[in-house]
């Protein structure tokens, strides 16, 4: 039987390399999770364990990574690098870390993944399963990560997904999960908010070091994200009505990420990293790769349009950030992302082409009246994902996966 009664606090153990910076997608959401957890009254102690080798300054930046979240939580050390560790538990099904920790009532892997032969409750959030529908998004390093995936989904107790969408795509991979499979959205918290005008144009000129509007991408630059759509959405428009446009993208080069960037400049847009290439300040494409939080949700909400054309989306959570930022979304209509946006966002299908998003995002610069109505409507559309209703029905799944054990 599990140590944790339905009647007792949930001492809760989650794994947390996806909190380390830089922050994805994914890493943003498991820190918003975490806080609010924190504050639930069913959740009792906190531990988070990283996977961190050799030991030195990356394990103290690490720590106060997590530290800096604002929780109470006890950091653990597993002194293996990440992919060492994913391979130990793939092929010899060790380290048993809720034994190597001890005193844990359930474990959550908050990123795909869990450890190895949990003997207490376990809950995996599965995000999305493009890594097993479409390998050719990844590097090869990346397929040993396949085994792990379905490993987790075998050895969890519950599944968390975010989206409808991901909840069918594990059951037709895994339908002994039928009744196992919970769908928890994402919240977004109250740190992305719009700014005045003013504010706009100080956060361009100080902040960013650049004048004029911007379309605005955030992510890992790989061949999922559509990134090259971005691209010629921004020449078309600079050739017609909009010269002065650029594009910043924020977020790091992932898999191809560089020859991605060099389809910009096959185009004549000149890519420079933001602070640190020579004549970065009149680059068409602007790349910031690492930004503090706080300047993070600026760049957000000084930008005229979030652009999100990917070829799929477990949830799209830059799209609740913008949204949440009073900046209006042109998005892709595949995967998740309808259920994300709902009606608060003009969406184009990527399979007509790399130009599909050219007429949305003009139509939004060209009709002042349009580009408000989509503000206002992404603004009531993110108060349908409060912070504090996806900790309480990840804390129900929680519960219920424990009474399944017996607790």
């Known amino acids: 039987m599990s140590s944790v009664a339905m009647n007792a606090k949930i001492d809760l153990l ?32 906190v531990g ?39 391979r130990l538990w793939k092929w010899m099904e060790r380290p ?16 795909n993944v869990l450890p190895a032969r949990m003997s207490v409750p376990a809950v995996v959030t599965v995000h999305d399963l493009s890594l097993l529908e479409h390998p050719e998004w990844y590097p090869r390093r990346s397929r040993p990560f396949q085994s792990q995936i379905r490993r987790s989904l075998q050895g969890a ?3 968390i997904t975010p989206s409808g969408a991901v909840r069918e795509a594990v059951l037709r991979l895994r339908p002994a999960l039928e009744g196992r499979v919970w769908v928890v959205p ?72 560089q020859a991605i960037l060099r389809q910009a400049e096959e185009l004549g847009l000149r890519v420079a990293r933001w602070l640190d290439d020579p004549g970065f300040a ?13 300047v993070l949700r600026l760049i957000y909400a000084a930008a005229e349009v979030l652009v999100f054309p990917s070829w799929d989306e477990g949830f799209g959570f830059p799209v609740l950030e913008a949204m949440a930022a009073g900046v209006p979304v042109v998005c892709s209509s595949r995967g998740a992302l309808g259920e994300t ?21 003009r139509r939004l610069l060209d009709n002042p009246g349009e580009y408000q109505r989509l503000r206002r409507a992404g ?13 309480e029905r990840t804390v129900q799944v929680y519960q219920q996966v424990i009474a399944a054990r017996g607790g």
């Open 186 to 257: 994402h919240g977004i918290d109250g740190g992305f908010a719009p700014i005045s005008e003013e504010e706009k144009a100080a956060t361009r000129r100080d902040v960013l070091a650049i004048d004029g509007p911007y379309l605005l991408w955030s992510g890992e630059i790989n061949p999922r994200k559509n990134i090259p759509a971005l691209f010629v959405c921004l020449s078309a428009l600079k050739q017609g009505n909009f010269p002065h446009l650029r594009l910043v993208l924020t977020g790091t080069a992932g898999y191809q990420g």
């Open 341 to 361: 946006a709902g009606d608060a966002a003009l969406m184009a299908d990527p399979r007509e082409g790399p130009g599909a998003f050219v007429q949305p995002v």
């Open 157 to 159: 107790d519950g599944v």
């Open 282 to 294: 009149e680059a068409d494409v602007l790349l910031v790769e690492y930004a503090p939080e706080e």
């Open 48 to 86: 988070i364990f990283l996977s961190i080798f050799p030991f030195g300054g990356h394990w103290r930046s690490s720590v106060r990574a997590v530290q800096e979240l604002g929780v109470e939580v006890q950091v653990h050390r597993i002194p293996l690098p990440y992919g060492v560790l994913m």
């Open 14 to 45: 989650m794994e947390g390399h996806s909190l380390l910076p830089p922050r994805t997608g994914i890493g943003r959401s498991t820190a918003i999770l975490l806080r609010q957890l924190a504050l639930c009254a069913e959740i009792g102690r």
């Open 96 to 111: 048993r870390v809720d034994r190597w920790i001890g005193g844990i009532g359930l474990v959550h892997g908050p990123a």
């Open 379 to 391: 603004l009531e559309r993110v108060k349908q994902f409060p912070v504090k209703r996806m900790a």
